[in-house]
């Protein structure tokens, strides 16, 4: 016995559907059950699609049970555990279908980015992205350039969910500026919302470890990085620590002051060194260890 089709898709719907389609085999999916729908018959539509009567009967029912999207090509990845991930090209790129943890991640990309894939696995989800921004200014003449010259990717670290660790796989453009009077012919493009130049992880989780450094320090906050799924090494802590710190203004009188002698020849020539013990800095040398030096 044939399937029925749905009533909720006449042939002007499927119609309406092919227009906004990005995928080809869902364009011609949607013709032929279009055409089913009008005046031919499915053995009509089985030869003008090539197919058979059950590959027809197949998009029928993805099509009562998912609608036009049901009619997308459909591939599996096998992650850790044998477990299995279907995906789908929703003509943006491939994406999970059928699991509502979909708009769940999506809501927790950063909006400079443009999603192409999303692979989970048992301890990880990868998400591939593109910059949203076709353009770049270039960092010397800052004009605006369209021009692609290659692609390369960054691998960001981000924020875990659900206690899997995300990378963030970004095809970062490089574009070439078209000023003749530029000495940059080739430069990459900077989406520095969402991370910073050479950086391996992103602004916001930088800024998650770094909270943490400043809380437990080095060795504790690695620790408790790690069982937050935010993997992250003590030296890593305190250099984001220090990074992070406020730059203080220049000042003419330091606060506190350090003295002390350091050899300029051991056993036979000795200096003084003074220091600003607030920002770690050499002040001065004195050529002896004289009161009479330090006092002038």
Not at 138 to 148: A, T, V
């Amino acid at each position: 016995m044939l399937t029925p089709l749905t009533a909720h898709y006449d042939a002007a719907r499927l119609r309406a559907a092919v227009r906004g389609s990005k995928d080809a085999n869902q364009t011609r999916r949607l013709l032929i059950l279009a055409a089913i729908h009008g005046d031919a018959t499915r053995t009509q539509a089985v030869a003008i699609g090539g197919v058979t009567v059950q590959i027809v009967r197949d998009w029928v029912i993805k099509l009562n049970a998912h609608g036009p999207t049901g009619l997308i090509e459909l591939f599996r990845t096998f992650g850790a555990g044998n477990a299995c991930t279907w995906f789908a090209n929703l003509g943006e790129g491939w994406l999970t279908t059928g699991s509502s943890i979909l708009d769940a991640i999506l809501a927790l990309v950063p909006t400079e980015l443009s999603v192409r894939q999303i692979l989970t696995e048992a301890d990880q989800i990868t998400i591939r992205s593109d910059p949203r921004e076709a353009s770049a200014l270039c960092p010397l003449c800052k004009r605006r350039s369209h021009s692609i010259h290659s692609r390369y990717s960054r691998t960001l670290a981000d924020l875990s969910w659900q206690g899997r660790a995300v990378a963030i796989v970004v095809a970062v453009r490089r574009f070439r500026c078209r000023e003749d009077h530029c000495e940059r012919k080739v430069f990459v493009q900077r989406i520095w919302p969402v991370m910073a130049a050479y950086a391996r992880r992103s602004r916001r989780l930088a800024g998650i470890q770094r909270h943490i450094g400043i809380a437990l320090g080095g060795a504790a906050g690695g620790r408790l990085a790690c069982r937050l799924a935010l993997p992250v090494s003590g030296d890593t802590l305190l250099r984001l620590v220090r990074r992070g710190a406020p730059v203080q203004p220049p000042s003419t009188s330091p606060a506190v002051i350090g003295i002390d002698d350091f050899a300029w020849k051991p056993g036979q020539r000795y200096g003084t060194v003074i220091c600003d013990l607030e920002r770690r800095r050499i002040i001065d040398l004195l050529p002896d260890r004289q009161p009479a030096t330090v006092e002038a």
